[in-house]
Each structure stands twice: as C-alpha cells, then as structure tokens.
C-alpha cells in the first residue's frame, strides 16, 4: 500500500520570505501523480500544484513550486514571498491506479506579519 | 458555475440513528468520493465510486454506506454501526484517470 509521510507538523514563515514544505511517499507503481493541497480554516480544499511522475520536469504555479526527486520518492513545496493568505493546513497526496488519493498528515503553516 | 454541493454544513446524529449526507456534482467527473477527517488529520478514503452503479470500499468502510444511482450524486450513509462518527466528512469528484480531485465544503457530523 502507498504511504505518504510528512514529517514537519508545523512551520512558521516570515511575511514576503520563502518556506519548503516536505513530503515523502512511498510506492511500487511507476505512473502516478502528486499533489499539494492547502486546507485553510474555511476547511475547504484547495489544488495548489500537481506533478506527473513521469515528468523529469518540477512543477511550477506562480509563487508555489516543487522539488520532485523520485528516485529518492521526495516531494517537496516551496512557497516564495509568503503572503498572510497562504496560511493554512497543507496536505501532500498521492494518486495512482485507481485515482484514490493518499494523504499525508499534513503540515499546519504560519505566516508571520 | 460547475462545482460539487454537500449538505448539510452541520448535522447531528442520535445514538442508534442512521444520518445520510448529501453530495451532488454538476462537473460532469464519473469518479465520486468520500472522505473523513478527524482533527489535526490528513484525509482517509471510506468509500469510492467510478462508475454509476458501482463502487468500492476505501480504507475505512466500516459503519458506511454509500449508493450511486445517479452520475451527479453519490449519497454517504452513517449508519450506528459507526461507533466514532463525529468527523469533517469530505466529498470529492474527479475525470477518471489521473486527474486532480475537486472537493466540496464539507460536512461535519456531530453526536448528540
């Protein structure tokens, strides 16, 4: 079964600095996708960015991008000139056969003004 | 505009009762799902859907039950086998293969 693990339960960030959030997973399949999602307190659940495995290339979107290693099975997000509106629960997942989603546990991130 | 509906926003549940949350989509996505989560939690899968009128356990069936008579609804059902229901329950819907899932706002289920 695939595992997904976040080790950082929380993190703080300065206002305007940059933060990475990491993010483990392990698998036997070779095609699947990762994801990031940011659960603020609305407790609704927001996409931020997808990475394709079979894509050597990291995935970016505007301020968030990743860091895919997939040899090393590491998926990390780092969030550039943090903003008060990026602080939330933000969650990991994994998705392969089958399109069910795996969570990590999530990793709560302040953002200090 | 397209999205998914869950309802109620709040429900509460007696000791023996079974309670059904609501979950309808206009997207289109032939895949349905349900989560749970519980505080300070990532998300757990109690049951999925890919198809109308087929679906499949997930990581936490028990105590839950689910139909899919319809493509836009796939009603979750807890009934008083679930012994530790109260929880934010998420529905979520998805294009089948690979694609990112797209979440309602959620239901949270109390005991009275």
């Known amino acids: 079964a695939q595992t997904v693990t976040q080790s950082q339960p929380e993190m703080s960030v300065q206002e305007a600095e940059t933060v990475t959030l990491s993010c483990t997973y392990d698998?036997?399949?070779?095609?699947?996708?990762l994801f990031w999602y940011k659960q603020p307190p609305s407790r609704q659940m927001i996409l931020v960015i997808r990475q394709e495995a079979y894509k050597q290339q990291n995935a970016t979107e505007n301020r968030f991008s990743v860091n895919f290693q997939k040899a090393a099975k590491s998926f990390s997000l780092k969030i550039s000139d943090s903003q008060l509106g990026d602080a939330a629960m933000y969650f990991c997942?994994?998705?392969?056969?089958?399109?069910?989603?795996?969570f990590g546990a999530g990793t709560i991130l302040r953002v200090k003004s | 505009d397209g999205g998914i509906t869950q309802s109620p926003k709040y429900l509460f549940r007696k000791e023996g009762q079974n309670v059904t949350l609501s979950c309808e989509q206009n997207?289109?996505?032939?895949?349905m799902y349900w989560y749970r989560q519980d505080p300070g939690q990532g998300l757990r899968l109690i049951y999925y859907?890919?198809?109308?009128?087929?679906?499949q356990k997930g990581d936490i069936a028990e105590g839950y039950s689910v139909s899919r008579e319809k493509k836009e609804s796939f009603p979750l059902t807890v009934t008083s086998a679930q012994k530790n229901p109260t929880a934010f329950y998420l529905c979520?819907?998805?294009?089948?293969?690979?694609?990112?899932?797209?979440f309602g706002d959620g239901t949270r289920l109390s005991i009275l």
């Open positions: 979520a819907s998805s294009i089948l293969v690979l694609e990112p899932q797209h």
């Open positions: 698998t036997s399949e070779s095609d699947y996708y």
């Open positions: 997942a994994y998705s392969g056969y089958g399109n069910k989603l795996v």
């Open positions: 859907s890919q198809i109308v009128n087929d679906f």
């Open positions: 997207l289109n996505h032939d895949a």
